[in-house]
């Protein structure tokens, strides 16, 4: 599953692993612009850098509204949760994703992910977020 690693290397900024399980292709779009494999990659280092300097702490949580696939691939569709640190108070930023995952060589990878804090002009809340279920890894 790619959910569990991308979530872990997410928390730990662990970008090596991050970086990892996405494809060397990967499309990822924000409100902010879009940047393809290399770009992506090593847009994330500089982050991850700049995040561990600020000691910077954080959790993203998942859960899917849809998710549709065949052996190679998979379109998903869901909300995600980042707990964070910010001047010693803990907070939460919500938003909603559309990912498509392949798999290359028999592990799953992030080839194109989507994601937005607002739905039609509406920021996505803790009222979207508890809607689901979120994952549980073991």
């Not at 997410?10 to 779009?29: E, F, S």
């Not at 998903?76 to 995952?101: A, L, M, P, W």
Request: some cysteine; overall charge neutral; glycine content about 6%.
């Amino acid at each position: 599953m790619v959910w569990k690693p991308f979530c872990e290397s997410y928390a730990a900024l662990d970008v090596k692993n991050y970086n990892a399980v996405h494809t060397d292709d990967v499309i990822r779009a924000t409100p902010w612009g879009i940047r393809v494999g290399d770009e992506f990659k090593n847009h994330n280092i500089e982050r991850f850098k700049a995040n561990k300097e600020k000691g910077i702490n954080r959790t993203i949580e998942l859960w899917f509204e849809h998710r549709i696939s065949t052996p190679l691939v998979s379109y998903e569709v869901g909300y995600y949760k980042v707990t964070y640190q910010d001047d010693g108070k803990t907070k939460n930023s919500f938003g909603r994703f559309h990912c498509v995952i392949k798999k290359e060589n028999g592990i799953w990878k992030i080839a194109q992910d989507w994601d937005t804090n607002k739905i039609n002009g509406v920021e996505v809340t803790e009222k979207d977020w508890s809607k689901g279920t979120p994952l549980v890894f073991e």
